[in-house]
């Protein structure tokens, strides 16, 4: 003779358990990536900070290329960017001789 009971419960679906255990799983998948998230996110904003400084580089040197050479003197200012409020500084030295070299200094964090 048959139990239906058991049977049919079993075959109708998924026990409460096994969902449970399911989601336990999951939950513990998702916290391991937690802390991948904020990784990137923080490189993310690393990045775009060291592409804001570089463009304000880029323009200061793009400035100083446009400016006749008997004007050309060492100097320094503060920029700040326009959407995050962010301040950048840039300094800039000017050498008597016979050809202008130009150098870009900048500091990445790992």
């Not at 399911?22 to 990045?47: E, H």
């Not at 775009?48 to 200012?77: C, K, L, Q, W």
């Amino acid at each position: 003779m048959k139990r239906r009971g058991t049977d049919v419960a079993r075959a109708k679906g998924f026990m409460l358990v096994e969902v449970m255990a399911a989601l336990a799983l999951l939950g513990i998948a998702f916290a391991g990536l937690s802390p991948l998230l904020v990784t990137t996110l923080r490189s993310v904003d690393q990045a775009r900070r060291v592409t804001t400084a570089s463009e304000f580089a880029r323009d200061e040197i793009e400035d100083i290329r446009n400016t006749p050479y008997v004007n050309v003197a060492s100097g320094s200012d503060t920029v700040t960017e326009g959407g995050t409020g962010a301040t950048y500084a840039r300094t800039w030295t000017s050498a008597a001789g016979p050809a202008h070299t130009v150098s870009l200094q900048t500091i990445v964090a790992q």
